[in-house]
C-alpha cells in the first residue's frame, strides 16, 4: 500500500498547481479570444469594413461599444452626454493612457500632422465644421476612412470620412503618441 501513496501524492499537487488555470472562467472582457470579445471585434469590422487586430485594438472597442449611442451635449464629457472633445479625451485618458487637451482646437495643435492616407488607428480628425478657419470637431480615426465621434444630431457614431459633409469639412489628421 505504500508503494501506492507517492505517486498519488504527485498526482494531487499536479492537479492543485493546474488547477487554477484549468478552471478559469472567461469574462466577457477578455481578449484574447472569448465569444464576447470575438463577436465585440466581428461587430465592428463589419462596421469599418476592415480587420481589427484585437490584441492590440480590443480595449478601444469595448470602450467605443460603451459609449455607441451616447447623446451629444455641449461641454459634456459623460455617457450621459458629451461633446466631440469630450468624448475624444475620454478616449485617450481611459484607453491610451495619455491627457490630452480638451478642447478641438487644442487637440489640432498638439498634435503631429498626419496625411489623410496615411492615418492610422488611433489617430484624430479634424474639422472646421463652422467655416472659422479653426477645428470645431474632432472624431477618432479606426481605419478604411472611418471614424468614431460625437456628432451633434446623433450623438457618438462612426461616420466616413468621405461622406460629402465630412470631405468638405475636414481640415487634418493628427498623431498624439
Given amino acids: 500500500?505504500?508503494?501506492?501513496?507517492?505517486?498519488?501524492?504527485?498526482?494531487?499537487?499536479?492537479?492543485s498547481f493546474s488547477s487554477c488555470s484549468l478552471f478559469r472562467k472567461k469574462?466577457?472582457?477578455?481578449?484574447?479570444?472569448?465569444n464576447a470579445g470575438k463577436s465585440l471585434i466581428k461587430k465592428y469590422e463589419m462596421a469599418i469594413g476592415q480587420d481589427i487586430n484585437a490584441r492590440k485594438s480590443y480595449q478601444l472597442y469595448l470602450y467605443i461599444d460603451n459609449w455607441m449611442?451616447?447623446?451629444y451635449c455641449f461641454g459634456g464629457a459623460s455617457k450621459?452626454?458629451?461633446?466631440?472633445?469630450?468624448?475624444?479625451?475620454?478616449?485617450?485618458?481611459?484607453?491610451?493612457?495619455l491627457k490630452i487637451p480638451r478642447n478641438s482646437n487644442d487637440m489640432m495643435e498638439s498634435s503631429k500632422k498626419v496625411k489623410q492616407k496615411k492615418l492610422k488607428e488611433g489617430d484624430l480628425v479634424f474639422f472646421d465644421t463652422n467655416k472659422s478657419h479653426k477645428a470645431s470637431h474632432v472624431g477618432l480615426y479606426l481605419g478604411n476612412k472611418k471614424f468614431v465621434h460625437a456628432s451633434t444630431s446623433k450623438g457618438v457614431r462612426i461616420d466616413d470620412l468621405s461622406d460629402k459633409y465630412y470631405d468638405q469639412t475636414y481640415i487634418k489628421g493628427g498623431r498624439m503618441r
Fill in 27 to 34: 469574462s466577457a472582457n477578455d481578449s484574447d479570444g472569448s
Fill in 69 to 71: 449611442g451616447t447623446p
Fill in 80 to 97: 450621459k452626454c458629451t461633446d466631440c472633445s469630450g468624448f475624444i479625451s475620454n478616449i485617450y485618458t481611459n484607453v491610451y493612457h
Fill in 1 to 15: 500500500m505504500s508503494h501506492f501513496k507517492f505517486p498519488i501524492v504527485i498526482l494531487i499537487i499536479c492537479l
